[in-house]
C-alpha cells in the first residue's frame, strides 16, 4: 500500500486558506452568467495519425497508432473582463436552439488570462463534431458560469487522491496547479486512467508537477488498453481499480474524481464500501451526456 501520509514532511500543520477567495467572493462565483468568449481551438501535438477502429480480436495487420481527440481549446474573455471561478468548476456553453454543453475549466483562477478547456471529439456530437470538422479557429461563443460545486476543500489537511478519467483531467489539472501554486502542504496522489498513451493527452504537465514536488506529488498514469506500439510498462487496467490495488484503508483521505458517470459511480461504491472511505469525503464531477438529459426532457 503506498502511504501518501509517509511521504508527506509537514503532515501535522493545520491548513490555512491559501486561496484568497472570501466567502463574498465565493457566493458572487456561483452567480451564473453571460459573456462573450473568443475561442481557438489548438489540438495537441499531431501524432500523425487516423483513429484506430477497436477490433474485438488481434489482427495481424500492424494497428495504426491511436490519434488523440482532444483539442486544448482557449477562451479569451472580453477585454477588462475576469472570471471569478474556483479551481475545478465548470462553464456551460451556450449553442444554438437553446442547447448547451458543459466543460470544465483547465486553468487555474491565478492564471485566468486565457481560459482552458479540454475538449473530447464525440463523433456525431451536437457540439463537438462540428468543433473538430468544421471549425475556423475563432468563434464568438456565449457561455454560463462559473458552475458546479467542484472545488478543492481547502478546510482539510487530509491527503488528496486525485482519479481522473479522459478528459476529466481538465479540472483536477486546475486544482493541483492551484493547490501547487498555493504550496498547499497536503499530499497529493493523481491517477489518470485513460484507453492508451495518446490519450494521456498532456503528460508532460501531470509529470512536471511530479518532478517540481518530489515530496507531495506523486503521478500515476493507468491504461486500460495500452497499443503494442505504446509499449507500455506502467499501470494497466482501471483506473479506479489502481486505486483500489495500492490502498488497504482511505478513512484518512479525501478523494477528487472526475471522468464518465461509470467510473465516478463505481469508484464512490468501491471507495466508500471497500476501502473505508467517507462518503463525504468523495466529491466528483461526473461528465454525464448532455444529449441524453435532453432528450429526456
Ligand atoms: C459538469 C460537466 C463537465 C464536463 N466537462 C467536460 C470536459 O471538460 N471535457 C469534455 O470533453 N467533456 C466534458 N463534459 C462532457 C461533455 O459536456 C459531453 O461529452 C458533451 O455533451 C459532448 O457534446 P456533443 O454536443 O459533442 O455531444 P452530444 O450531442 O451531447 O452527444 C452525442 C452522443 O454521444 C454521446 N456522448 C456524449 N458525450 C459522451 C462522452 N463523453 N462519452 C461517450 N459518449 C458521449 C451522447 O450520449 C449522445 O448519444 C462535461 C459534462 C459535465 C456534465
Known amino acids: 500500500m503506498r502511504d501518501l501520509q509517509g511521504t508527506h514532511p ?5 491548513l490555512r486558506p491559501v486561496s484568497g477567495v472570501d466567502a463574498d467572493r465565493r457566493r458572487e462565483s456561483f452567480r451564473p452568467r453571460a459573456v462573450l468568449l473568443r475561442a481557438a481551438v489548438e489540438r495537441p501535438r499531431d501524432r500523425g495519425a487516423r483513429s484506430a477502429p477497436r477490433r474485438r480480436h488481434p489482427d495481424p495487420a500492424p494497428a495504426l497508432p491511436h490519434r488523440v481527440d482532444v483539442a486544448i481549446v482557449k477562451v479569451k474573455l472580453p477585454a477588462n473582463e475576469r472570471l471569478q471561478f474556483l479551481a475545478g468548476q465548470y462553464i456551460d456553453l451556450l449553442l444554438k436552439d437553446g442547447h448547451r454543453r458543459s466543460f470544465s475549466l483547465a486553468t487555474p483562477p491565478h492564471a485566468d488570462e486565457l481560459l482552458e478547456l479540454h475538449i473530447r471529439h464525440i463523433t456525431g456530437g451536437f457540439f463537438t463534431d462540428p468543433l473538430f470538422t468544421t471549425y475556423k479557429g475563432r468563434e464568438i461563443l456565449r457561455f454560463e458560469g462559473p458552475l458546479g460545486t467542484f472545488y478543492l476543500r481547502e478546510d482539510s489537511d487530509k491527503p488528496i487522491i486525485f482519479v481522473a478519467g479522459g478528459t476529466g483531467f481538465a479540472p483536477i489539472k486546475a486544482i493541483i496547479e492551484h493547490a501547487l501554486y498555493h504550496k498547499l502542504p497536503r499530499p497529493m496522489v493523481l491517477y489518470w486512467g485513460a484507453r492508451a498513451k ?3 493527452y498532456q503528460p508532460d504537465v501531470a509529470a512536471e508537477w511530479q518532478r517540481a514536488n518530489p515530496e507531495h506529488f506523486t503521478f500515476i498514469p ?7 506500439s505504446d509499449q507500455w510498462s506502467g499501470r494497466k487496467g482501471f483506473v479506479h481499480q489502481a486505486v483500489l490495488d495500492d490502498f488497504d484503508d482511505l478513512s484518512g483521505y479525501q478523494v477528487y474524481a472526475c471522468g464518465g458517470p461509470a467510473m465516478i ?33
Open 10 to 14: 509537514d503532515r501535522s500543520r493545520r
Open 265 to 297: 459511480d463505481i469508484a464512490r461504491r468501491d471507495f466508500t464500501t471497500r476501502k473505508r472511505l467517507p462518503s463525504d469525503e468523495f466529491f466528483a464531477d461526473s461528465f454525464t451526456y448532455a444529449a441524453e438529459a435532453e432528450a429526456r426532457k
Open 222 to 228: 493507468v491504461l486500460s488498453e495500452p497499443a503494442p
Open 198 to 200: 495518446a490519450d494521456l
